[in-house]
């Protein structure tokens, strides 16, 4: 490879708002076979919304704040706002504790509170009743968490974040390509399915925690050479594992520090764009 053609290519590219780290990056993008998405931010738009609130609405959506004042997770910004337009001001829980890729758990007037996946049930019993309600709107493609009090199932809510519009686009265009697409979630599989079928991806691993990622993405890479595509703190590991870590340019700064390559407009047919450079440039070169 010679530096002059991996500046045209990477000059080029930063026009376009594709930013390559180095030549090694972009000479690796033509390896890849497998691209591996996050789902939320990545293949989503990330700005997850209320869209059902299963309960008193007026209890649970305040118990939900108290919770969520204290969380910097998306779904928590999505719980603050129906709050708010509902007129409820929060009151911060006690003793708030994030536990990643489940929820939070926290203390109201000195008694237990969580909202969050059926992973922090433990001892509360969902009706069933609520379970074929959280069923039903998971097979919507709405993230449901649960939200308890005093020991008690206080109700549920319903949060939509819908795919971006370049995302089916993108993934028709990879696997024109013949590249591999996976989504890979910390969210609910019905949830993840329901999104992976409005953009086209087949292969969904769903209800994946936040440090099982990279393992996650070190497996594919034993069946060929893995981009993995995302943006959130939890994506850091899986972007510095896989062969091409391709982060967006919305994502966290640790996102970012950690990819080979930063989409700046945040849209999935730069993937597309980045491996087409990338086999002009070296084509050109051999
Ligand atoms: P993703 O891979 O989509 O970024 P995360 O690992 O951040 O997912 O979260 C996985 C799941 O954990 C969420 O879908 C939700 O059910 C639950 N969760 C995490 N944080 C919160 C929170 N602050 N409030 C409610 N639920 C949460
Ligand atoms: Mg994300």
Known sequence: ??????????????????????????????????????????????????????????????????????????????????????????NAAQNFKAIEGKGVQAQINGKKAFIGNDKLLDNYNLTDQLTAKMVQLQSEAKTVVIVGYDDKIVGLIAIQDAPKQSSATAIAALKKRGLRPVMLTGDNERVARAIADQVGIDEVIADVLPGDKADHVKQLQQQAPVAFVGDGINDAPALTTADVGIAMGSGTDIAIESGGIILVKNNLLDVVNALELSQKTFNRIK
Not at 13 to 27: D, F, P, R, T, Y
Not at 35 to 48: A, E, N, Q, R, S
Request: hydrophobic content about 45%; cysteine-free.
């Open 1 to 90: 490879a010679t530096p002059t053609a991996l500046m045209v290519g990477t000059g080029r590219s930063a026009k376009m708002g594709i930013l390559i780290k180095n030549g090694e990056v972009l000479e690796a993008v033509n390896t890849i076979k497998t691209v591996v998405f996050d789902k939320t931010g990545t293949i989503t738009v990330g700005k997850p919304k209320v869209t059902d609130i299963i309960g008193d609405e007026q209890m649970v959506l305040d118990v939900a704040a108290n919770l969520e004042a204290s969380s910097e997770h998306p779904l928590a910004a999505a719980v603050l706002e129906k709050a708010k337009e509902q007129g409820i001001t929060p």
